[in-house]
């Protein structure tokens, strides 16, 4: 799940004891002190060989990403390792000082250092020497090791994909490691793509196209209301956003290497969004198909179903790709979409995170995953109920259709007062020795663990983030742009 760093700023300084810092001249400087100091001390205390993870405590004891973690091991998911480069970048694109951009380097070449054989990236990089033998990392040409699945979920492989790229533009393609590692990401990920347009959720190999023929969406004439323990990777996966972030990293591809064919593979998999919209009487999305085309099973709690949740990122997606190419298909599908969910709306203003297939019942999970129209015993660990977000969707839309412009959309830059507010809380809450620490726990350590106050990537890459944007705006002059 992706959380605004923002919101993650926000909560951070909340537990702080403010310092007053003085707006004006003295703030640019102190924000300059405060950025390097504080990229000073995450990289030489916190890295682990140029890679990061999610949490740590604030003795740097104990550490994790998605699970507990050693020393020696990193987190390619975000917000790990691209999530603290990508604020290494954005501090040298701010300020133009070297140190930064070695910073963004040094962890880029972390990345490289966990790249797989199959292309991509696993959810974690391990540099212990007795563990790396177990992964099939390019760097060590480790064929015969069974770890070789390059993951597409929660925008691991494609956040570590962006990063390298945006770091290889920004040493003028002429690092031969970090170019070589992109060139060859791109490749494999085109090769993993299916003949109608979509990716795997993971894949170590490209598939056979003989075994995927490009099918229209359709309902299975019967379904099974019991989990089926299935390998689900291979299938076409909205999921998570696994097909909307492959569209971003291949337009950016495009952008960044001046090459159609990055830009080509992003429409394509738009073609594929197109045929899978579901037929009336539900011309929504689902989680993810099996190679007929049909919504199918994939994890126990996850059904086959039109989908109240990952359709919104599919949505946004079609009108990504109509701002970047200008063909007006990708916004077709769009109106009947909206009036199917806001016709979906359950009692209490939400949306359900499943949908049966053709009478359109809300479906839920009891604690035990029975699958069931009863939300009274849901487990806790997914969201089974989704906000209204359709209204917002429709306004993008809505907007785009009137105005017919690639702009539309953008984000109004913060305004002055609101970053020189953010700078200096973000200064203050900044300790002497150049942490953000703030009140929190280890997540997978156990209900037993008595950490209570940690450090947290989320964190440091947004204030990492608010100090670069208001030294972006304090000096336009000697700032460069590797978004």
Known sequence: MKVSLWSILV???CFQVPVFVQAGEDLTESAKAALRKAVAYFRENVSAEGGYLWRYSEDLA?????????????????????SVGGAYLEAFG??????????AKETAMALIRG????G??????????EDRKECAYRADGNEGAKRNTTTLDDDTTQAALRYSMRVDRALDFKDEAIHGAVEYALENLLEAQYPNGAWPQR????????LYPIKKASYPESWSREYEEIDYKGYYTFNDNTISDMVETMLE???????SKYTESAKKAGEFILLAQMPDPQPGWAQQYDT?????????????AISGGESRGVLQTLMVLYEATGDGKFLEPIPRALEYYRNSRLPEGGLARFYELETNKPLFFTKEYVLTYDDSDMPTHYGFKQGFWVDGVEARYKALRKERTKTVEEKPSKPRADLEKLAMEAISALDDRGRWVEEGSLKYHGEEDTTRRILSSATFAANVKVLSEYLLGSDPKESQNFE
Request: overall charge negative; hydrophobic content about 30%; aromatic content about 14%.
């Open 11 to 13: 909560f951070s300084i």
């Open 62 to 82: 104990k550490r994790e990403g998605e699970g507990k973690a050693s020393p020696t091991t990193v987190w390619v998911q975000p917000p790990g390792t691209p």
């Open 94 to 103: 701010a300020t133009g000082d070297p140190y930064y951009l070695e910073a």
């Open 115 to 118: 790249q797989l054989l199959s």
């Open 120 to 129: 991509g990236w696993d959810y974690r990089i391990e540099f212990d020497p």
């Open 203 to 210: 894949f170590s190999k490209p598939p056979d196209p003989s």
């Open 253 to 259: 591809a495009g952008e960044v290497y001046g090459d």
């Open 292 to 304: 007929e085309m049909r919504p199918a099973w994939a994890r126990k709690f996850e059904p086959p």
